[in-house]
């Protein structure tokens, strides 16, 4: 996992970093398939702050964690659509 090979969020809760990378993701998705902090609380059992909290973190590293151009894979993402996420 590119969260774990860049060391990042070390000592969280591995269901905060999935709620997070979930969120992450869905941002990058069209906006009937985007879920909110609360709904993946819902879904996780994890406070909504703590996911709000871990995707913060995970937001600063978003052109790193994302992959855009990997040889002999299409990816479903652009350079532009990673830079305009919303901000935490």
Known sequence: CAVQRENLLVGKNPTS????????VGQLSAPASQRSF????????????TIQKAYNELYLHRLTLVP??????KWF????????????
């Open 38 to 49: 609360d709904r993946i609380a819902d879904v996780t059992g994890m406070a909504a702050r």
């Open 68 to 73: 855009i151009d990997v040889e002999g894979v």
């Open 17 to 24: 970093v999935a709620g997070a990378s979930i969120y992450l």
């Open 77 to 88: 993402t652009t350079a532009d659509l990673v830079h305009a996420m919303p901000p935490p």
